[in-house]
């Protein structure tokens, strides 16, 4: 029982006290896992690369291996429900709040000045991968092809209804056949 508390109580101050992701919470997962004894660096560092090949939230994942390593299945469930736990809480009040105040003019101006916000972080987010492609693809006709498939792309999800997993598939595919 007592390192379900343990784990409970680790990953609860984890998710409360870290803000902007997974690797921003990886000091204070391997804090705890030093401070507590639960795993050795090597078996830390074999979590790690399993949560990053596995699908989901590096920190959710790494949780859930942590506490199946040190507790089993009941670990498991704990140590992810505790990481999640202050986020969920937090969205919980934030919706509440929303309910009450959404007709509030200060709401719609906050939300009116996000808007652009959230665009400008989209579009830096696109430049940033457009630049990283530009820079790792081979001058020539590899590089006319990723930019004719990024703005195929583009164009059909701007202007048709196609979901946007077939769109990522057939540009991988296009992508393997086109760029080798």
């Not at 919470?25 to 090597?42: D, S």
């Not at 959230?118 to 990283?132: E, H, M, P, R, T």
């Amino acid at each position: 029982m007592h390192i379900y508390l343990q784990l409970i109580g680790a990953f609860f101050k984890i998710g409360c006290l870290t803000i902007g992701g997974g690797y921003a919470m990886l000091p204070l997962i391997q804090n705890e896992i030093e401070r507590h004894g639960w795993l050795t660096t090597a078996q830390f560092l074999d979590i790690l690369a399993i949560a990053e090949i596995t699908p989901g939230p590096l920190a959710v994942n790494a949780a859930t291996y942590i506490g199946y390593q040190t507790a089993g299945i009941p670990g498991a469930l704990l140590a992810t429900a505790a990481l999640a736990m202050p986020s969920l809480l937090g969205m919980i009040l934030l919706a509440s709040a929303w309910q009450r105040h959404r007709q509030h003019p200060l709401t719609h101006a906050i939300m009116g000045a996000l808007r652009p916000v959230v665009a400008g972080l989209i579009a830096a987010a696109a430049i940033k991968l457009a630049a990283a492609m530009w820079t790792t693809t081979a001058p020539g006709p590899g590089r006319l092809a990723v930019l004719l498939l990024a703005a195929g792309a583009f164009l059909i999800l701007r202007f048709a209804r196609v979901n946007p997993a077939l769109v990522m598939i057939l540009g991988g595919l296009a992508g393997v056949l086109l760029c080798r």
